[in-house]
């Protein structure tokens, strides 16, 4: 089923991930959800031989409308390496944080939303994704 996903928040959703988040819901009936979360894993992605980061995203509906919650981009980090935010872009509330950096600027803002999620749309269109998809 197609979702009619808003723009509507402080930091603008691009299209391209619209559509693609778009054609991963073409069997699910969303008319009843109030959230769906999109899980994105690498299988060979680990510490030792790196690989592509695991993304989590979810969208939230409010009334109506559809909209974009977060993007979360993790990788493995500290001393003894577990899986840490990297990358958490926040739609409804404007923010982005990166790890070792903080909270960025507007415009650092819209330009790390626009690397992570370009890059991340030439991931799943390489393949190398296994996704699994979670509603209530």
């Known amino acids: 089923m197609s979702i009619s996903l808003s723009n509507i928040g402080r930091i603008r959703v691009p299209d ?3 559509n693609q988040l778009d054609s991963l819901l073409i069997d699910i009936d969303i008319r009843n959800l109030t959230s769906i979360t999109f899980n994105f894993r690498d299988p060979e992605y680990s510490v030792t031989n790196g690989g592509f980061h695991p993304v989590e995203i979810r969208l ?4 109506q409308t559809w909209l974009l919650d977060y993007f ?3 990788s493995y980090a500290g001393t003894y390496p577990e899986l840490e935010k990297e ?7 404007g923010t982005v944080y990166l790890a070792y950096v903080g909270s960025l600027g507007e415009q ?3 330009e790390v939303t ?3 999620i370009t890059n ?3 991931y799943l269109n390489m393949g190398v994704y296994q996704t699994q998809i979670s509603t209530d």
């Open 16 to 18: 391209n991930l619209i």
């Open 60 to 63: 939230f509906k409010d009334k």
């Open 72 to 74: 979360t981009d993790f």
């Open 87 to 93: 990358v958490d872009i926040l739609f409804q509330e």
């Open 108 to 110: 650092p803002a819209i």
């Open 114 to 116: 626009k690397i992570t």
């Open 120 to 122: 991340f749309i030439s």
